[in-house]
T-cell receptor, first 118, second 109 residues
């Protein structure tokens, strides 16, 4: 079965540079989530999109922005990179979000992008 | 999100059942319980989820108490490849998951 695709898998940047991470959700999934996992830490939610609209926002720095495109893929843009941004960045997708529905929306995660800022 | 509490670590002998508990005493009636695991630096892997009834799939079984305040994930025959951090998560509807700190399961030969 098709899984979530993330690119690139590894990225090395210098301080103050910019980086763009891409996520391609499972086909027919319309919701995308971004998580950050620092060394020795648990994954931390950054932001999510449903049907190309931002649906929720976590602890995402103002230097970061993201969007979901018409084909449902998403990009996380990171500017003015800092050493502390070095982390694994995971994207996950799910089949949809409806606040009024009592349904389950399990998230499926990609392999992650390892960002190293030097 | 409903707060979940898990033991920080557990050991299990290879071939034996691994029983991982989770307390979620503030869970509401519409909230699901999800279990994920993360093998070192890989993306979190979905295992199973449930609402009220016990659930079983090819990976594991999920036992939810009648009052829904706790649950147990059961890996029936643990292998070395099941060594991972296991997360019990109770999100509000389909919104973001809050991970951590989870249970670090070590399967021993």
């Amino acid at each position: 079965a098709a899984g979530v695709i993330q690119s690139p898998r590894h990225l090395i940047k210098e301080k103050r540079e910019t980086a763009t991470l891409k996520c391609y959700p499972i086909p027919r999934h319309d919701t995308v989530y971004w998580y950050q996992q620092g060394p020795g830490q648990d994954p931390q939610f950054l932001i999510s999109f449903y049907e190309k609209m931002q649906s929720d926002k976590g602890s995402i720095p103002d230097r970061f922005s993201a969007q979901q495109f018409s084909d449902y893929h998403s990009e996380l843009n990171m500017s003015s990179l800092e050493l502390g941004d070095s982390a694994l960045y995971f994207c996950a997708s799910s089949g949809g979000f409806d606040a009024g529905a009592q349904s389950s929306y399990e998230q499926y995660f990609g392999p992650g992008t390892r960002l190293t800022v030097t | 999100d409903a707060k979940t509490t898990q033991p920080p670590s557990m050991d299990c002998a290879e071939g034996r059942a691994a029983n991982l508990p989770c307390n979620h005493s503030t869970i509401s009636g519409n909230e699901y319980v999800y279990w994920y695991r993360q093998i070192h630096s890989q993306g979190p892997q979905y295992i199973i989820h449930g609402l009220k009834n016990n659930e079983t799939n090819e990976m594991a079984s999920l036992i939810i108490t009648e009052d829904r305040k706790s649950s147990t994930l059961i890996l029936p025959h643990a292998t070395l490849r099941d060594t991972a951090v296991y997360y019990c998560i109770v999100p509000y509807y389909g919104q973001n998951f809050v991970f951590g700190p989870g249970t670090r399961l070590s399967v021993l030969p």
